[in-house]
Nanobody, 114 residues
Framework: QVQLVESGGGLVQPGESLRLSCVAS????????MAWFRQAPGKQRELVAS???????TYSDSVKGRFTISRDNARNTVYLQMNSLKPDDTAVYYC????????WGQGTQVTVSP
C-alpha cells in the first residue's frame, strides 16, 4: 500500500495562487502514474490533472491554463501549482496513484473566497 501525504491547502482569495504537494512513501516513484483529484461539497470526485512523465500530462478543461502538475522524482513528490483560483475551485484535493497501484491520500482543503 502506497502512503500519500498531501499539504499546501488553505484559504485564499479569488485570483490568488496555491501550490499543493504530495509525498509518496514508495520506492521507484518515477514509474508511478500520479494524479490530483478534487471533490467539492455535494459533487462527485473529479480528475484535475495527471502526470506520467514531464511530457505526458493531462488536465481537466476546467483547470487547463491555470493549473500545472509536476513531479520531483528525487523527492518522491508530485505538485499542483494552482493560479488564478476561482470560488469554483473550492474543494478537497486528493493525491492518487493511478499505476501500478491505486492509492489515495487523505486530502487537503482548498477554499477560495473573497
Amino acid at each position: 500500500q502506497v502512503q500519500l501525504v498531501e499539504s499546501g491547502g488553505g484559504l485564499v482569495q479569488p485570483g490568488e495562487s496555491l501550490r499543493l504537494s504530495c509525498v509518496a512513501s514508495v520506492s521507484a516513484f518515477s514509474i508511478y502514474h500520479m494524479a490530483w483529484f478534487r471533490q467539492a461539497p455535494g459533487k462527485q470526485r473529479e480528475l484535475v490533472a495527471s502526470i506520467r512523465t514531464a511530457d505526458r500530462l493531462t488536465y481537466s478543461d476546467s483547470v487547463k491554463g491555470r493549473f500545472t502538475i509536476s513531479r520531483d522524482n528525487a523527492r518522491n513528490t508530485v505538485y499542483l501549482q494552482m493560479n488564478s483560483l476561482k470560488p469554483d475551485d473550492t474543494a478537497v484535493y486528493y493525491c492518487k496513484t493511478l499505476w501500478p497501484q491505486s492509492s489515495w491520500g487523505q486530502g487537503t482543503q482548498v477554499t477560495v473566497s473573497p
